[in-house]
């Protein structure tokens, strides 16, 4: 490239570096409502041009947030001075190819959004320009193969697949698939300094704790990691760190804090032919408590468990009574003060009839109406259920909205705790008895299966505010004591990191910090994700 050109090029990319404006308030906060601040903001649209931003402020030494889809809820999106990098426009499904099984994995950009990769494999159409001889044969294998889809499924298909595999995200069908890590076969990061990294699973591991990393200029970067023992359930809480572990793993769920996720390739599975779902309803908690145990026990072939108690149901009560939507689901009856929402997923009809039959026993012993359960077996039933799950937190948050306009410093506090199996009841009647002792409002829903429940504490004033968040606190002390996590599926982000130190205590929190400081020496990106900004930050402040 001549002088003259890279001088162009330089002018052309270093309008990409935006300074802060009125224009751009939205993207300082995400979906926990907390807002940030921040000097500038950049939506790179190349590996390229990525580069460049990380670089310029890499040598400015400005700290750097990273954003997908801001549908977070951990604030992890969330500005802490400096520059914010938006990925919404390196928005590209860049190819595809046959794995050494045969199945299919697809290539996309971070800020590639769910919904729409979704319907792109859903209905196999791909914008294909631009992509290479063997993409493109593999495309037309793709066409020629049957249904396929990706499993990980965050509720809020919004969310970019960057930002899901930043978060580890999982969901409903994790009970059955497992999150995004389990889907994600490839990864390149980009570092603080501009400097990529390009994994694949099952080429690079640890040796007991310590991970080579070579970059794709060749540098080896030697890391140490933490030596603390996850938990053995679900869980989303601090950096993944295991013996010999692969080193993808290490960037899958690291909250933006050690290196921007600019290419993702995820692996589809096969769809099933047989997707149904079942709402049932019971009297009570004890009764739902039953029913989940029950299933677990006699029904094979499920993908999801989810729950939803009294004041869940009354909010969906609320909304189809006052909104437009909702329209696809019937009135729920009065009776009823709990219900799970099962998913089974088949090959054949008759074995997901067959499954169904040992559902409908499962209601019966735990004394609810198999006559009132509703059967979802089409796509649009389907799609019914789904919109009601989602209904249900957008509900509670425009509810919180509301009250924060006479009490702003309340907001949500959402419980996000998973135990193993075994703690489930104990854990639910701790929950209840703190928020009946404390007199607060709540609301409880989730992915039971996996023993995660989420409890909503609605405060109406700053004083039940403060109690909520001393019993979060309390919970996570005793969660962590029975083996379970603080963080199942929604990170530590921001708004999580005391319950982080809870859990793994003072002296892996260093651990993880020199991680950090490792690949991130000026401590400038996710600033104040996972582990504080201010302790540990590159400013010494
Ligand atoms: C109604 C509702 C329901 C939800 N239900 C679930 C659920 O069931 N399960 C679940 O897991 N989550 C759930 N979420 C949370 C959220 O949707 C997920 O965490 C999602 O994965 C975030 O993706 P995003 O693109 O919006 O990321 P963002 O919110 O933009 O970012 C999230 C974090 O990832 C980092 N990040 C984003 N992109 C990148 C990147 N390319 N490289 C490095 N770091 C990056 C950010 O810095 C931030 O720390 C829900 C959210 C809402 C609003």
């Known amino acids: 490239m001549s002088e003259n050109e890279a001088r162009g090029r330089r002018r052309v990319i270093s309008g990409l570096i935006r300074p802060m404006s009125e224009k751009y308030e939205s993207y300082l906060c995400d979906e926990s409502r907390v807002i940030g601040n921040a ?15 990380l670089s310029v402020e890499y040598a400015r030494g400005d700290r750097v947030t990273v954003q997908g889809g801001r549908t977070g809820i951990s604030a992890g999106a969330v500005p802490n001075g400096g520059h914010i990098i938006n990925l919404s426009r390196m928005d590209r499904i860049t190819g595809m190819r046959k794995d050494a099984d045969g199945e299919f994995c697809v290539r996309v950009q971070a800020g590639v959004v769910l919904t729409r990769f979704n319907d ?23 066409h020629g193969a049957g249904p396929y889809m990706f499993m990980p499924d965050p509720t809020e298909d919004t969310a970019t697949i960057g930002g899901m595999a930043a978060c580890n995200a999982s969901g409903a069908l994790t009970y059955r698939y497992g999150s995004t890590r389990r889907h994600i076969s490839a990864l390149r990061v980009m570092l603080c300094d501009g400097r990529s990294v390009s994994l694949r699973r099952g080429e690079c591991f640890a040796k007991g704790r310590r991970l080579q990393l070579r970059t794709d200029d060749g540098d080896v970067l030697c890391l140490d990691l933490p030596t603390y023992t996850m938990p053995d359930v679900k869980n989303a809480a601090g950096y993944f760190v295991c013996d010999g572990m692969d080193a993808i793993d290490l960037f899958i769920g690291s909250d933006g ?45 499920l993908a999801a468990i989810e729950y939803f108690d009294g004041a ?13 939507s909702l329209t696809r689901i019937p009135d729920i009856s009065a009776r009823y003060g709990a219900a799970v929402c099962v998913e089974l997923h088949g090959a054949l009809e008759s074995e997901a009839m067959e499954q169904l039959f040992y559902v409908g026993e499962c209601i019966d012993r735990a004394g609810g109406d198999i006559y009132d359960t509703w059967l979802a077996r089409t796509s649009s039933a389907n799609i019914g259920l789904r919109e009601m799950r989602r209904a249900i937190p957008e509900r509670v948050n425009r509810l919180i909205a509301r009250r924060k306009l006479t009490e702003p410093t309340i907001s949500k506090l959402g419980s996000d705790m998973a135990v193993p199996d075994g703690f489930l009841r104990a854990t639910l009647g701790m929950y209840r008895l703190g928020m009946t002792e404390a007199g607060l409002e709540s609301a409880v829903w989730g992915h039971i299966g996996n023993n995660h429940l989420h409890v909503n504490i609605l405060p109406r004033s700053k004083e039940e505010f403060e109690r909520g968040k001393a019993l979060i606190a309390e919970w996570a002390k005793r969660v962590s004591e029975s ?31 020199a991680l950090k400081r490792a690949l991130d020496p000026k401590w400038l990106l996710g600033c104040g994700n996972i582990l504080p900004a201010a302790t540990f930050g590159a400013r010494g402040v």
């Open 312 to 324: 869940s149901l009354d909010i969906l009560r609320g909304e189809k009574a006052f909104g437009a």
């Open 483 to 513: 083996g379970g996590t603080i963080s199942a599926e929604h990170g530590v982000g921001k708004l999580k990191r005391d319950a982080l130190r809870i859990m793994y205590g003072d002296k892996h929190i260093l651990e993880m910090s």
């Open 257 to 301: 804090a050690l290196g921007v996720i600019f290419e993702v390739e995820v692996r589809l599975m096969k769809r099933p032919a047989h997707i149904w779902s079942a709402m049932c309803f019971f009297g009570g908690e004890n009764d739902a408590l039953r029913f989940v145990a029950e299933c677990r026990d006699m029904v094979e072939n």
């Open 120 to 142: 792109a494999v859903a209905e196999k159409k791909f914008d294909a320009s631009g992509w290479g001889y063997a993409s493109l044969s593999a495309l037309e294998d793709f």
């Open 39 to 53: 000097e500038s903001i950049s939506f790179p649209r190349t590996e390229v041009e990525l580069r460049y931003a």
